[in-house]
């Protein structure tokens, strides 16, 4: 028979730690807007989340937090990747346009060669 174990939840977070966490995720969705994705907040949420999609393809997109890790804030998805550290936005945003490029692009029809921005390749 299993055991069962159980584990603590983490411990709410600090006003100003959620104040430093909305900051993060606003610098991320910055970044993610200059390269042309589409963001939601999701502030009031447990954990607070940004949704990150393409207009085209709204359907398919990703949960990004913010998570505390012994060296630092890091960028993380829901599905558990670690993006990039809260201190490389920009790599954080790459990462992740890099992860959903393809996916967009085959949503859109376009395949996955030629992907950039938003990952939809004009048809030729």
Same mark, same amino acid.
């Given at each position: 028979?299993?055991? %069962?174990? *159980? %584990? $603590?939840?983490?411990?709410?977070?600090?006003? !100003? +730690?959620? !104040?430093? #966490?909305?900051?993060?995720? &606003?610098?991320?969705?910055?970044?993610?807007?200059? +390269?042309?994705?589409?963001?939601?907040?999701? *502030? &009031? &949420?447990? =954990?607070?989340? #940004?949704?990150? *999609?393409?207009?085209?393809?709204?359907?398919? @997109?990703?949960? %990004?937090?913010?998570?505390?890790?012994?060296?630092?804030?890091? *960028?993380?998805?829901?599905?558990? %990747?670690?993006?990039? =550290?809260?201190?490389?936005?920009?790599?954080?945003?790459?990462?992740?346009?890099?992860?959903?490029? $393809? !996916?967009?692009?085959?949503?859109? @029809?376009?395949?996955? &060669?030629?992907?950039?921005?938003?990952?939809?390749?004009? $048809?030729?």
């Amino acid at each position: 028979m299993a055991r %069962v174990v *159980y %584990v $603590p939840a983490a411990p709410p977070l600090s006003a !100003w +730690e959620t !104040w430093r #966490l909305r900051r993060r995720l &606003d610098a991320l969705r910055r970044a993610l807007h200059r +390269e042309g994705w589409a963001t939601k907040r999701r *502030y &009031d &949420d447990v =954990p607070r989340l #940004l949704q990150v *999609y393409a207009e085209q393809a709204p359907h398919i @997109g990703e949960s %990004v937090t913010v998570v505390r890790e012994l060296h630092g804030w890091w *960028y993380v998805t829901s599905s558990g %990747v670690h993006l990039a =550290p809260c201190t490389n936005v920009e790599e954080a945003a790459g990462e992740l346009a890099a992860w959903l490029a $393809p !996916w967009v692009s085959a949503a859109l @029809g376009h395949g996955t &060669d030629g992907v950039g921005g938003v990952g939809a390749a004009e $048809p030729q």
